[in-house]
């Protein structure tokens, strides 16, 4: 018996408050020791083996905590429309990019609950090959009810639509409500896609009355006000109810304003980006395949963009996440004719270390103690999994990602592992790649492979989130 199943040596290990040359050591699927003397000498062995049953050198790479990506759609249809990638290959994509826990959602059908539902992503779900949660996606009223239930088969965290009237997914105000007394009660944490519905609805009119449903009017047709309002009005519900307010997908400069004037009112409120509101402007939709760039919200201004990257850097911004949701090209294309009729959605699971090594880290507008914080350490808390997740430390889940810092190279399609049939990075010059993902011990991808097993992942029933009072805010 060694005294480590894998030792990773002599990488730089990255955590929130610093990186230092160290060697990790795992032990039954956990951390077992985190030590910068090293934990193999020459020579040395345990009582009856050697020190490590295997080594991993991970001289002059970088060792981050697992990604938590705690946003992704797998599984999900949008009209007559699926997305690529089930749980398998969702989660096989997830992996191959340093993510070892991802949170999904779960939608209740039309007059279903969200209960029943649950029991149903949950069968979907068997073949991950890393481990998940869900967050609660709450419609009608009567679903508040469900929230304590909920809680207790470990969703704690709950998605409202202030968007997608016409598509049944819309909270009303009237649940939002509901939904912020009910987590004040129990302990849930509450998030919104914050889009005003009747102001996009208005403006995509206005649009569709003008002829102007080209791919180059989508952004406009969701317009960044339309954000800020419906940030103001989750931020004052939250506000009365005496809770904390998560705020899923921010894309603008303005939707950053408000919440930075709600948190001067003393408002707890959280944010995530992700990384497609991070790389690209909404130009790239007057490109003749702009379509391949729809998603909601929309890209926005150079000047959003450098917010948004400002806003991480200075603790504005908690959580990156992907909003993983590749529909198939074909389906994209029905936006060449009007974007009325595009699917919105990219992936990006697999690139989410990727874009803010090379956009944010090589550009100097990120630091790696900071990537780490915002991919790992502040969704593990903000999300119920800390300290299990989170974190590269004695006890903590053996998950984590070694990066080849220097290595240069060039985003395709053909070298992902996502089942989506395009990337909208695609010819993207990249700077840091992924080596080795280890999840739970276990070496998932290694040197450009998938080697990990379906069923491998596990249901993560998590804790109430009444830990973002200990989320920090500053880097
Ligand atoms: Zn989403």
């Not at 919440?259 to 992700?274: D, K, M, P, S």
């Amino acid at each position: 018996m060694s005294l480590y199943d894998v030792v990773i040596r002599d990488g730089t290990v990255v955590s929130t408050s610093g990186s230092r040359r160290a060697d990790v050591g795992v032990r039954n699927g956990r951390v077992a020791a985190v030590s910068a003397d090293g934990l193999i000498k020459p020579g040395q062995f345990s009582v009856d083996g050697p020190v490590a049953a295997d080594v991993i050198d991970a001289r002059g790479k970088l060792v981050f905590p697992g990604l938590i990506d705690a946003h992704t759609h797998f599984g999900l249809t949008s009209g007559d429309t699926a997305t690529s990638d089930d749980f398998h290959s969702g989660t096989i994509a997830a992996a191959c990019g340093g993510v070892t826990t991802v949170i999904d959602f779960v939608t209740p059908a039309p007059g279903g609950t969200v209960a029943a539902a649950l029991a149903e992503r949950l069968r979907e779900a068997s073949r991950a090959v890393i481990d998940y949660g869900f967050h609660g996606v709450l419609i009608e009223p009567a679903a508040v009810g469900e929230v304590p239930g909920l809680i207790g088969q470990g969703v704690t965290s709950f998605k409202l639509y202030m968007a997608y009237k016409a598509r049944g997914l819309m909270a009303g105000d009237g649940t939002l409500a509901g939904a912020l007394e009910a987590a004040r009660r129990s302990g849930g944490l509450i998030g919104v896609h914050a889009e005003d519905n009747e102001m996009v609805d208005a403006a995509t009119a206005a649009l569709a009355r003008a002829g102007h449903t080209a791919m180059p009017f989508f952004a406009a047709a969701r317009p960044a006000q339309a954000e800020r309002a419906a940030i103001a009005r989750a931020c004052r519900q939250a506000e009365q109810a005496g809770t904390a307010l998560h705020v899923f997908h921010l894309s603008t400069a303005a939707g950053l304003e408000e919440i930075r004037e709600a948190r001067l009112r003393g408002l707890l409120v959280w944010a995530e980006t992700c990384p497609h509101y991070l790389t690209f402007t909404d130009e790239v939709c007057a490109r003749p395949d702009g379509y391949r760039f729809a998603m909601n919200p929309p890209l926005r201004k150079q000047a959003d963009v450098d917010a948004l990257w400002d806003g991480l850097a200075e603790g504005e911004i908690q959580t990156v996440a992907s909003d993983h949701c590749p529909f198939p090209l074909a389906a994209k294309a029905r936006g060449a004719a009007s974007f009325l009729d595009v699917p919105a959605g990219v992936g990006g699971t697999e690139l989410i270390l990727t874009v803010l090594l090379s956009e944010g880290v090589a550009k100097g507008r990120l630091s790696l103690e900071r990537l780490a914080q915002v991919t790992s350490a502040n969704p593990a808390a903000l999300f119920g999994l800390y300290a299990e997740k989170g974190r590269l430390g004695p006890g903590a889940d053996a998950d984590l990602v070694i990066v080849d810092p220097d290595a240069e190279w060039t985003v395709t399609p053909g070298e992902l592992h996502s089942q989506g049939d395009h990337t909208p990075y695609e010819g993207l010059k990249a700077r840091g790649r992924v080596v080795v993902t280890m999840a739970k011990g276990q070496v998932v991808y290694r040197d450009g492979a998938f080697v990990g097993e379906a069923g491998a992942g596990h249901y993560l029933p998590r804790a109430k989130a009444r830990e973002v009072h200990q989320v920090q805010s500053a880097g």
